[in-house]
């Protein structure tokens, strides 16, 4: 059953299709994620990516004449019985690496209280990620899903892609309702074969099967990005609200001066973490967490210094 997400609001706005055309406001919006995740791969994010997701290996590149101070170890003694010439090996790194973002844009991912909904933020961290990949010549894929999966773009490469995904993160509407994790990570098992690196991002404020988790943990590098709003863990002492369930859209009037409420509110939330991160830890799924309205540069670079000193 999903917590009941409060939107501080009198009514829930109408969930909207995707429009087919790209708005200049949209558009503005891709723009302006994709230049700051530009500046944060460039200055900090980068060689992090880099030296924690390696590659597979690396492979011949060529043979080059040898130059005085080449290390004599990488000297090509076959070429050199050939042609009486030192040559020195080259090789190239062997990538070959799949980054999927499988994002939740399901009805929660709009509610809250702060003026950056939660869709915003994920699309943000998913553009400095997705940019970081493709920097490395690493191939980006895409999974949006609510209470189905919803759209699957295939992994690709190039700067172009990376604004494609953050376009579609950014446009996306629930398309059927509540949220089925296990669904998305089922989808996923079947149609992405090959072994990636999947970045799950919701703010996990339901219960989902086990199994399905474990599964794609078996297939895949799987690593859970929460994207929290402030409300989602902790009511504020603001009155009588009315404040609506983000998924089912139904009113419901609540006092939110009575400590009892408030506090039963942020037990059910721990209770929802402390089950999700106990799985995580059995299954070696690393966290990434986030809110709405906090830099969340801070929990990214804790989390490369995290991989990097495990690898």
């Known amino acids: 059953m999903r917590l009941r997400v ?31 995740a530009r500046r944060l791969v460039n200055t900090l994010f980068l060689g992090e990516y880099h030296a924690v997701f390696r590659s597979r290996g690396i492979e011949f590149d060529e043979l080059r ?7 004599v170890r990488a000297l090509d003694w076959n070429a050199y019985a050939r042609t009486g010439e030192p040559f020195i090996r080259r090789y190239r790194e062997d ?37 970081a990949a493709i920097r490395n010549n690493d191939r980006v894929g895409l ?46 098992v079947g149609v992405q074969r090959r072994r990636a690196t999947v970045f799950l991002l919701s703010d996990f404020l339901v219960s989902f099967d086990p199994a399905a988790l474990r599964a794609a ?22 009155g009588i609200l009315t404040i609506a369930d983000a998924e ?6 609540v006092d939110t001066s009575s400590t009892a409420l408030r506090d039963a509110y942020a037990a059910r939330v721990r209770a929802l973490d402390e089950q999700r991160t106990a799985r995580f830890g059995q299954l070696g799924i690393d966290e990434i967490r986030a809110v709405t309205g906090e830099d969340y540069v801070p929990a990214l670079l804790r989390f490369f210094k995290r991989r990097g000193a495990a690898a």
């Open 143 to 188: 999974l949006l899903f609510a209470g189905t999966p919803q759209r699957y773009v295939r992994p690709a490469g190039g700067a172009t892609h990376v604004l494609r995904v953050i376009r579609e993160i950014l446009r996306a509407r629930p398309a059927s309702p509540g949220t089925d994790l296990a669904a998305a990570l089922q989808y996923l």
């Open 217 to 238: 943990a078996a297939r895949h590098d799987l690593i859970a990005v929460t994207v929290r709003d402030p409300v989602d863990e902790a009511l504020p002492d603001a």
């Open 6 to 36: 409060p939107r501080l609001r009198r009514r829930p706005p109408a969930v909207a299709a995707p429009a087919d055309d790209l708005t200049p406001e949209l558009l503005a919006r891709v723009r302006a994620i994709e230049l700051r």
């Open 95 to 131: 990538r070959d690496l799949t980054v999927i973002f499988a994002v939740d844009v399901s009805a929660s991912q709009f509610a809250g209280a702060a003026p950056q909904p939660k869709a915003a933020l994920a699309a943000e961290i998913a553009a400095v990620l997705a940019l």
């Open 65 to 71: 004449p040898y130059v005085p101070g080449d290390d």
């Open 248 to 253: 089912s859209g139904e009113l419901v009037e």
